[in-house]
């Protein structure tokens, strides 16, 4: 299993780097607009939708964000989204984790299946949005889901007592969660000393003030976790293990990006708010 793990991150790390770093967006939101029509496609299928159905509504998602692409809409100012996407995750923190999995399953099925595929649209809105802010900036974003994953998973093994959720996501504690924000605390404080004046999410949310950085951060790091968590209870309520199988040793799409589902438009609400 390890083996294939490292295997599929190392195949899928030589696609999207250059992808990445290539000077224009185009690459870039071409691969992610194709893995938002793998993620529409999990999602459906999570939601009681058959295969036939569960693909042309991921077909149907990744040539609607084509359309809105080719018409101007990613050179928009979009302001207005990022807050209503900010406030539908909060609510859904509040409103989902709180009811449980039994609590989903009891949402009707049109709207559990529609507000998922608009949320995943709007991550992707919001990754290429990030991607035109400046590469320090997608990458300061990536990067603080992906320590705060790591540094909890570390601390959780080594210090974890306390379960967090432990109807949906048995493996999580309160011990990982803190050190997860302690991970991230970390690489925010290294990313300022070294470039204090770059165009990373961290020095855009200091320059609103240190009380206010450090509550953002607190903000980012909590709802990557409630996005983990969503997915974790939308699995459980469907019976399934993974979102699929498309990333061998992985799972799927959603079992990767489900933290930056809403960390991504969060951090845009934050910093053109």
């Known amino acids: 299993m390890l083996k294939q793990r490292i295997i599929t991150a ?7 780097l250059p992808a990445l770093f290539y000077p224009s967006i185009e690459p870039f939101a071409v691969l992610t607009l194709l893995l938002i029509v793998a993620g529409g496609w999990e999602w459906a299928r999570l ?4 295969s036939a159905l569960a693909l042309g509504l991921g077909l149907g998602l990744g040539v609607l964000m084509a359309l809105i692409w080719f ?7 979009l302001r207005p989204l990022w807050l209503a996407v900010g406030a539908a995750w909060v609510l859904l923190a509040v409103i989902m984790l709180g009811r449980g999995v039994q609590g989903w399953g009891a949402w009707p099925a049109g709207l559990r299946l529609w507000l998922g595929l608009v949320l995943i649209a709007c991550a992707w809105l919001a990754m290429v949005h990030a991607r035109q802010e400046g590469l320090d900036f997608l990458l300061s974003v990536l990067l603080l889901v992906w320590t705060a994953d790591i540094a909890a998973y570390f601390g959780g093994k080594a210090l974890g007592r306390r379960k967090l959720a432990p109807t949906i996501s048995p493996g999580k504690s309160w011990e990982g969660a803190i050190s997860g924000l302690l991970g991230v605390f970390l690489l925010a404080a290294c990313w300022l000393w070294v470039d ?3 165009g990373s999410l ?3 949310l200091w320059a609103l003030g240190p009380a206010l950085a450090v509550l953002s951060l607190v903000f980012l790091v909590a709802m990557s976790v409630v996005g983990d968590l969503v997915e974790s209870l939308v699995k459980r309520s469907a019976g399934a293990k993974d979102s699929s199988q498309l ?3 992985h799972g799927g799409v959603l079992d990767r990006v489900d933290a930056l ?3 991504l438009p969060l951090s845009m609400m934050l910093i053109t708010v």
């Open 196 to 198: 204090p004046e770059g």
């Open 71 to 77: 018409a101007g809409g990613l050179h928009l100012p």
């Open 247 to 249: 990333l061998p040793g």
């Open 10 to 16: 190392v195949l899928l790390l030589a696609i999207l």
């Open 261 to 263: 589902l809403p960390v």
């Open 202 to 204: 961290y020095t855009r």
């Open 47 to 50: 939601n009681g939708c058959n």
